[in-house]
């Protein structure tokens, strides 16, 4: 009942994500037009972090998710890196629409959402992995990075046919880049009309 409540809350704020920037433009264009280029090189940089990320986390979890605790590479360093990831590339998406309030909707939404998220998923571990999971929880982060405790192993195995789907997963970022500069061109052309305008 809970997971088909945030499945539905997330639904609907991407819903009423997706209509604001539909509908909407940016102020800096017309008040500080350097600002809107700024905005885009931000998070599409962001985004370039986010996707290389999210195919690293892959290589370690594709395929591996529910046989093992996936301790090495990202995952080394704190215990979610895959949402981590996640967080960068939907700030990145937020930026990209040269707009400060929409990655500020993003944020608060991630934070009111995820560490629900985080919270049932690592139950769910404590149950398979008990001891070692209670080992990993007390040494590795639980959400921000610790570059200094990383470690990758010389070899890895990766399934190929399940890391081939999170590729495409992890390039939804890039190909939203496209999606946001053609809404843009459809505002400038009086296609999509603006009803509101934003910072």
Do not use: Q
Request: aromatic share 16%.
């Amino acid at each position: 009942m809970i997971e088909k409540l945030r499945i539905l809350l997330s639904r609907i704020f991407v819903g009423f994500l997706s209509v604001l920037i539909f509908f909407s433009s940016s102020l800096w264009e017309d008040k500080a037009p350097f600002v809107t280029s700024v905005l885009f090189l931000f998070g599409t940089i962001l985004i370039g972090i986010a996707t290389l990320g999210r195919l690293w986390c892959s290589v370690y979890i594709a395929g591996y998710k529910t046989d093992r605790l996936i301790m090495e590479g990202p995952y080394s360093m704190c215990r979610n890196p895959l949402y981590f990831f996640s967080l960068i590339g939907a700030l990145g998406v937020g930026f990209a629409s040269e707009t400060i309030i929409v990655p500020t909707l993003i944020l608060i939404a991630f934070w009111g959402y995820y560490p629900l998220v985080i919270k049932s998923e690592e139950a769910e571990l404590m149950k398979l992995h008990k001891s070692e999971f209670e080992n990993y929880r007390k040494n590795v982060p639980m959400f921000f990075p610790k570059i200094s405790i990383l470690h990758e192993p010389e070899e890895y195995i990766v399934k190929p046919i399940v890391f081939k789907k999170h590729i495409f997963d992890a390039l939804w970022f890039i190909w939203l880049i496209g999606i946001l500069k053609v809404i843009e061109e459809l505002h400038k052309l009086k296609i999509i009309p603006t009803i509101i305008k934003t910072y």
